[in-house]
């Protein structure tokens, strides 16, 4: 029998701000729990809070920001975003490969204009 390829992933969710606390806290679990399942394991969690949005998704101007980095067989993938097209909570989310885990999140300040 083949052995699975682990891969390191970086996922960034954002959740409904509507939420309350308590429901926040089940959906953003309801998505480490199906990476879990999946055979992987989450290496770290940056939460960034409330923030807003780049433009209204789903007349949602708002979401709360997570940033996910996860080990993972490569098959997962693709069975995870298919469940997170089913999350009526989960407004958006991305998933590429990493090459390490990052300990803190930088952005760099955007340009001004001159």
């Known amino acids: ?16 701000a509507t939420l309350s606390d308590e429901s926040r806290k089940k959906a ?17 969690i940056h939460e960034q809070g409330r923030k807003k949005l780049a433009y209204e998704i789903d007349s949602k101007r708002e979401g709360y920001y997570y940033v996910v980095y996860f080990q993972a ?10 469940e997170y097209h089913l999350h009526e909570d989960l407004i958006r989310f991305m998933t590429l490969r990493a ?6 999140l930088e952005f760099k300040p955007l340009k001004q204009a001159q």
Request: proline share 2%; hydrophobic share 35%.
């Open 28 to 44: 953003f679990e309801k998505i480490l729990t199906g990476i879990t399942e999946k055979g992987g394991s989450v290496e770290k």
């Open 1 to 16: 029998m083949k052995k699975e390829r682990q891969a390191l992933y970086e996922g960034m969710y954002i959740l409904s």
């Open 99 to 104: 090459e390490k885990v990052l300990d803190t």
């Open 73 to 82: 067989p490569t098959s997962a993938i693709s069975e995870l975003w298919k």
